[in-house]
């Protein structure tokens, strides 16, 4: 993310991500071809003491690298807790411990530490990135959906606004993600970034993004009641990616209904 702000956003940039949620809400709602609840870093973020002279500073970081290796993380964020004491001044080693707290599933603190982040700098990337996936985590989806138009407005990047799309479709704002699915249709790398997901035989499979945008849309179709035109989204998603499965099992819900 930060310093790291090329960090996190080549991450996001990059996107062949080949993980990608697809899970059955519960009784009888779409299949969703979900983004990655988060884009960041791939590996903790290291935090900078460049250029310092501090001898007890660079104990800190020597026992926080340690630590790291050894993948004791309370150790290392204590660590990190440390050197921050010494250097409060520096986003470098509060990012990398909001990071931890994410990556650890401690989404609460993960939170806190990017809103303190983010008062320090309010258009860094990668600090609204990781507030955006926090606020997610713990559910609260309207200050998440802020965080990631915020990161789209700043950015122009088409994963931050399919994630906008989806967070529209969970807090049923279906005319909202139409519009935004339309634009992410238009977009020249819709075609190009390939996504994972499993097939219709269960097999890993990359995917163009334009069907899980358009998986969305049927979705979002469904969700203010136009059934009718969901199924037509559906049936020509499988007409150009039979294997696609997200729309597969989507029309054979709707279909049953």
């Known amino acids: 993310m930060r310093l790291v702000t090329s960090v996190a956003w080549m991450i996001m940039m990059t996107i062949s991500i080949a993980a990608h949620a697809q899970k059955k809400k519960a009784s009888k709602e779409p299949v969703e071809s979900k983004p990655a609840e ?19 500073l660079e104990h800190y970081y020597k026992k926080y690298a340690m630590a790291s290796r050894w993948n004791d ?15 409060p001044e520096n986003d470098s080693l509060i990012f990398t411990l909001a990071y931890m707290y994410f990556d650890g599933r401690q989404y609460a ?28 985590a713990l559910g609260i989806l309207d200050r998440s959906l802020q965080n990631y138009e915020t990161l789209y407005l700043l950015s122009n990047n088409t994963m931050a606004l399919y994630k ?8 049923k704002r279906y005319e909202e993600g139409l519009t935004n699915v339309d634009i992410l249709l238009k977009k020249p790398d819709a075609e190009t970034i390939k996504i994972g997901f499993n097939d219709t035989s269960n097999k890993p499979k990359d995917f163009s993004m334009k069907y899980a945008v358009l998986n969305l849309k049927g979705m979002l179709l469904e969700g203010k009641g136009d059934k009718a035109g969901a199924k037509k989204v559906y049936e020509d ?19 049953k209904g």
């Open 109 to 136: 603190p993960a939170m806190l530490v990017s809103q303190e982040l983010l008062a320090r700098d309010s258009k860094n990337l990668a600090y609204l990135e990781l507030s955006a996936a926090s606020f997610e």
């Open 164 to 171: 906008i799309a989806f967070l529209q479709y969970d807090l």
């Open 237 to 255: 998603i499988i007409k150009q990616a039979p294997d696609f499965q997200p729309a597969v099992a989507n029309l054979a819900e709707l279909n």
């Open 38 to 56: 988060t884009q960041v870093p791939a590996t903790t973020p290291e935090p900078q003491i460049n250029n310092e002279t501090d001898p007890v």
């Open 73 to 87: 993380t309370q150790v290392a964020k204590s660590a990190l807790y440390d050197m921050i004491i010494r250097r």
